[in-house]
T-cell receptor, first 115, second 110 residues
Framework: DTAVSQTPKYLVTQMGNDKSIKCEQNLGHDTMYWYKQDSKKFLKIMFSYNNKELIINETVPNRFSPKSPDKAHLNLHINSLELGDSAVYFC??????????????FGPGTRLTVL | GEDVEQSLFLSVREGDSSVINCTYTDSSSTYLYWYKQEPGAGLQLLTYIFSNMDMKQDQRLTVLLNKKDKHLSLRIADTQTGDSAIYFCAAVSSARQLTFGSGTQLTVLP
């Protein structure tokens, strides 16, 4: 059983298009995340979200928006795609226990290529 | 905010030990983590250490934490070709956000 799944695995699209990446977790976690990994493998958090708060990395353009229809899903919508958006996008989830322990479970990633 | 740094590359011979180093800036980080990313896959938690510990050993893995110097290391004993991957150091910053280092590409040579 896949714990954190993402679709699609690969996404190739033209500049200016709007696209979505879906993420689902079946771990019963209450917090989900989106990360961007660039070509140099640097990993940057974009959003973290649970049913109480959305934390946005201030460097993320407002063309990116997370949408959570329920606790098991956090989709990523991207408007007006640009060449610099090409990257691998990872979804992750974790359970908000007491204290600061935060083990995150990652999806397999979605490779986005903008032409 | 938290800043986490690692060297980018490490090559070792099969059977040797690998040591991957990491430094972080936030002295209030309570948990520090090592994640492994294999080619074409997401990250998986390899091990972690709580800040009141100096060392943690788990089979071939040894984590050392020098809290005074804010230095974390991961030692892999008897490194195998299957250990070739990118290893990310991560620290919990405020608001329970994980801040990742740049990742260290470990290459194991036969």
């Amino acid at each position: 059983d896949t714990a954190v799944s993402q679709t699609p695995k690969y996404l190739v699209t033209q500049m200016g298009n709007d696209k979505s990446i879906k993420c689902e977790q079946n771990l019963g976690h209450d917090t989900m995340y989106w990360y961007k990994q660039d070509s140099k493998k640097f990993l940057k958090i974009m959003f973290s979200y649970n049913n109480k708060e959305l934390i946005i990395n201030e460097t993320v353009p407002n063309r990116f928006s997370p949408k959570s229809p329920d606790k098991a899903h956090l989709n990523l919508h991207i408007n007006s795609l640009e060449l610099g958006d090409s990257a691998v996008y990872f979804c992750a989830s974790s359970h908000r226990r007491g204290g600061n322990f935060n083990e995150q479970f990652f999806g397999p990633g979605t490779r986005l290529t903008v032409l | 905010g938290e800043d986490v740094e690692q060297s980018l590359f490490l090559s070792v011979r099969e059977g040797d030990s690998s040591v991957i180093n990491c430094t972080y800036t936030d002295s209030s980080s309570t948990y520090l983590y090592w994640y492994k990313q294999e080619p074409g896959a997401g990250l998986q938690l390899l091990t972690y250490i709580f800040s009141n510990m100096d060392m943690k050993q788990d089979q071939r893995l040894t984590v050392l934490l020098n809290k005074k110097d804010k230095h974390l290391s991961l030692r892999i004993a008897d490194t195998q070709t299957g250990d070739s991957a990118i290893y990310f150091c991560a620290a919990v910053s405020s608001a329970r956000q994980l801040t990742f280092g740049s990742g260290t590409q470990l290459t194991v040579l036969p």
